[in-house]
């Protein structure tokens, strides 16, 4: 199961990534095309769409790299058991918020899909097929927020949490590489 998980928030990734160099792709063809009288219809209809689901599919990826952005200034002084049960309400909140926002975008597709509803711009395109990046990577985040909850509650530390620095070359490491 565990290797099922890893690879389904490796593939939203890797599903992000390809949308981003859509957006790039798309965005090149109307910026270079405008002088030469080139014109994509609905290219900016397009472009949001690859936009919204770069955004909602990279977010699994994202959480379980410990790449989110986390305030931890109560969290990070806590120690031993008292973080623990910091860190396990924390999940239980976000996972929360993330459930509620889950089931509401699926129920929106649904019905998109349902209804046959389309969108209303030059292209005619069924509404639920932008919509699955949206509901899809909702669904594959709280996931992945179940999937940290049950790490968690077994009393190991949490996988996003990155190591804390030892030295002074890793404190600006870690600083260059969150670009602080």
Partial sequence: MRVFLDRLYLFAGY???????AIFVLMMLLSAGRPVGFNIPAGDDLVSWCMVATSFLGLAHTFRHGEMIRVGL???RLEGKTRHYFEVASLLIGGFFVG????YAVQMTYYSWKFNDIAQGV???PLWI???GYSGGLV???IAFIDEFIHVIRGNTPRYEKPKPQTAEEVVEQAIQSAV
Wanted: hydrophobic share 75%.
């Fill in 130 to 132: 932008p919509q699955l």
């Fill in 100 to 103: 509620f926002f889950a089931y």
């Fill in 123 to 125: 292209l005619p395109v």
């Fill in 15 to 21: 599903l992000a990534g390809v949308f981003l160099v």
């Fill in 140 to 142: 594959i985040l709280l």
């Fill in 74 to 76: 109560l969290i990070d």
